[in-house]
């Protein structure tokens, strides 16, 4: 399973993009993968979700989480879901997201010209 957040929001497995729910699912997956292996505290996520939280937040975003799990356990081979102490954490393979593969892919590139600057010639 592949996450792309580097432009539009997609989940894509073996090639087909995986349908996530609505608007408050969409954002919801959107903060977990910016903060892949991270917990993101459940106010933290209240604050993205809900401009002003309703009464009923807490049961919101138990309904909103558990949509995103159905649909990331039917989709998924290697990602899941937790619950964590004080909020919930998507738990992925980091290259499975697009945002951190460009990171790391910029970091072999600054190191490359690190390197060339420090009199190294470029190799292919």
């Given at each position: 399973m ?16 995986v ?36 009464q ?17 356990q ?22 499975s ?28």
């Amino acid at each position: 399973m592949q996450f792309r957040i580097l432009g539009p929001l997609e989940v894509d497995r073996s090639g087909q993009v995986v349908g996530i729910g609505g608007a408050r699912q969409q954002r919801a997956l959107a903060l977990l993968v910016v903060n892949a292996n991270s917990v993101v505290p459940f106010g933290h996520l209240v604050d993205v979700l809900w401009e002003e939280p309703p009464q009923s937040t807490r049961q919101q975003v138990y309904n909103v989480i558990g949509s995103l799990r159905r649909t990331l356990q039917a989709a998924s081979n290697g990602a899941a879901l937790v619950t964590a102490d004080a909020g919930y954490r998507l738990s992925v393979p980091p290259d499975s997201v697009d945002a951190y593969r460009f990171q790391t892919s910029l970091r072999a590139a600054e190191k490359a010209e690190a390197e060339r600057g420090a009199g190294r010639p470029w190799s292919i």
